[in-house]
């Protein structure tokens, strides 16, 4: 099996480099806002994926290490991946699609109650292309109404 890039593993290379981050997030309606930043290097699989490596400031003062893969598998015609981080045992199991504005890709998954409820619930995690050295990550949690809390919001600023 050697599968060919697509236009949309194209697209995701542009993800690739070193970036510094600076994201804000609030875990509840009654919590303030935490204003961290940290680092995060982008590589490329193949030409398939793109694998991101993150350290980065913990509102309790700690730093947290994170793992993001994303890729596109043109048989679905859908974006995938996962997320991992160092403060917490889920393994995020990313499903997505392209915005129709060409430049956002929405990541759908499933993730535990981070506001005191039991069960699990839907998140969306965002990443647009601003341009080439800029790109924005938004995350939210989906409300029993259908409706999206958006709890956290990231810039990627590109180092090289």
Request: glycine residues 12%.
């Amino acid at each position: 099996m050697n599968e060919t890039p697509q236009q949309e593993h194209a697209w995701l290379q542009k993800f690739v480099g070193e970036w510094n981050y600076s994201h804000e997030c609030s875990m509840g309606p009654d919590q303030p806002a935490s204003k961290l930043t940290g680092r995060e290097t982008v590589r490329s699989l193949g030409g398939l994926w793109v694998v991101g490596e993150s350290e980065g400031e913990m509102p309790d003062g700690g730093t947290s290490t994170m793992v993001i893969t994303i890729g596109y598998n043109p048989k679905t015609k859908r974006y995938l991946g996962s997320f991992i981080a160092s403060m917490m045992t889920h393994m995020w199991i990313y499903d997505g699609e392209m915005d129709p504005d060409g430049n956002t890709i929405h990541l759908f998954a499933e993730g535990p109650n981070f506001c005191g409820g039991e069960g699990m619930v839907q998140y969306r995690d965002s990443v647009e292309l601003v341009n080439d050295d800029h790109r924005r990550m938004t995350s939210a949690m989906r409300n029993e109404d259908g409706s999206w809390n958006q709890f956290m919001s990231a810039d990627y600023r590109r180092v090289k």
